[in-house]
């Protein structure tokens, strides 16, 4: 069993630039065997995919949403995965999760098999 728990959210202004991070444990979980994404949910939205990342880091994919102001990165060393984000608009504003993939770097939520609990960023105008 994986746990992931994020955190870098909270309130920032529109310009601005944030990283969130996602740490991972769990007591037989191999880090490394996992491809990682990040996705968010704004208010009253669906869930949507923004990037994902393999275990070696050599190979992401992402959203076109999230092209040119997104980046996934990961530090296997730490068991954590990172999303930054530049130029944060308010339309970023949601709760956004990370989320593991035994499988293959993916876009569709219902391949992950864990999830944390979210880490809510909200963009002021």
């Known amino acids: 069993q994986m746990q992931l728990v994020e955190s870098g959210g909270g309130l920032v202004q529109a310009g601005d630039s944030l990283r969130l991070s996602c740490a991972a444990s769990?007591?037989?979980?191999?880090?490394?065997?996992?491809?990682m994404g990040w996705f968010r949910q704004p208010p009253g939205k669906e869930r949507e995919f923004l990037a994902s990342?393999?275990?070696?880091?050599?190979?992401?994919y992402y959203a076109d949403s999230a092209k040119g102001r997104f980046t996934i990165s990961r530090d296997n060393a730490k068991s954590t995965v990172y999303l930054e984000i530049d130029s944060l608009k308010p339309e970023d504003t949601a709760v956004y999760y990370c989320?593991?993939?035994?499988?293959?770097?993916?876009?569709?939520?219902?391949?992950?098999?864990?999830w944390g609990q979210g880490t809510q960023v909200t963009v002021s105008s």
């Open positions: 989320a593991a993939n035994r499988r293959f770097i993916s876009k569709n939520r219902y391949d992950y098999d864990y």
């Open positions: 769990g007591r037989t979980v191999v880090y490394t065997e996992y491809a």
């Open positions: 990342i393999d275990w070696t880091a050599s190979d992401t």
